[in-house]
């Protein structure tokens, strides 16, 4: 039996990705030297370059956390059934990913970008976004408080500017993250017949 049917529930990959971020937050709360070492500093490119992969797990503080969680599991858990398992992985990490390497390289080449801790977290939910965007866009949703169905598209975006609020927030991830979700989305709904992985 598995662990997930004994707790009751089913572990999906948008409930590990949750759960592997609440790690990370708890373990950068409580030792501030190992959010340090995981977190990204910018102009720190060439001592923590595995902060491309880590900095998708990193949040400042609880809130950020929570802000960032909650449109993953919801568009997640959507575009997660709309595309299966392994592409929904796949357009997360590459959207946060490929963002995170674009934050890197401008940091690399700027002076202005030097010394300020900056994390990055939520490409792969902008490139979550993006493909809903395209692919479900027009599905109508109904939400709580909100007496009629609105076109999903218009749930995303709400999701996708109130992440971009943070003045902290990397646009250029975010930039990036969507950019790469919209051209998978585009992608995906030409290839959906033919692909079978």
């Known amino acids: 039996m598995r662990l997930s049917e004994t707790l009751g529930f089913r572990l999906t990959p948008v409930i590990v990705l949750v759960l592997v971020s609440l790690l990370f937050f708890l373990v950068s709360f ?14 720190g490119v060439s001592s923590r370059s595995w902060a491309i992969l880590t900095g998708m797990f ?3 503080d609880f ?28 357009i997360y990490f590459v959207g946060g990913l490929v963002g995170n390497l674009v ?18 977290a939520s490409g792969g ?3 979550i976004g993006g493909v809903l965007m395209v692919t479900m866009g027009r599905t109508p949703v109904r939400l709580l408080l909100i007496p009629s169905a609105i076109p999903l598209y218009v749930v995303v975006l ?6 971009s609020l943070d003045l902290l927030a990397s646009w250029e991830v975010h930039l990036v993250g969507l950019a790469f979700g919209l051209a998978f989305g585009h992608f995906y709904q030409r290839r959906r017949v033919a692909w079978r992985w």
Do not use: K
């Not at 409580?30 to 102009?43: I, K, Q, S, T, V």
């Not at 934050?103 to 990055?120: C, K, M, P, Q």
């Not at 709400?158 to 992440?163: A, G, I, K, S």
């Open 30 to 43: 409580f030792a501030e030297p190992a959010h340090d070492a995981l977190g990204f500093y910018r102009g």
């Open 58 to 60: 990193l949040y400042r």
């Open 63 to 90: 809130w950020d956390y929570l802000g960032n969680m909650i449109p993953l599991f919801f568009l997640g858990t959507m575009l997660m059934r709309e595309v299966g398992n392994r592409r929904f992985l796949t």
């Open 103 to 120: 934050y890197f390289l401008i940091a690399a080449l700027s002076e202005d970008y030097f010394g300020v801790r900056y994390l990055v």
């Open 125 to 127: 939910i902008f490139a």
């Open 158 to 163: 709400v999701f996708l500017v109130l992440l």
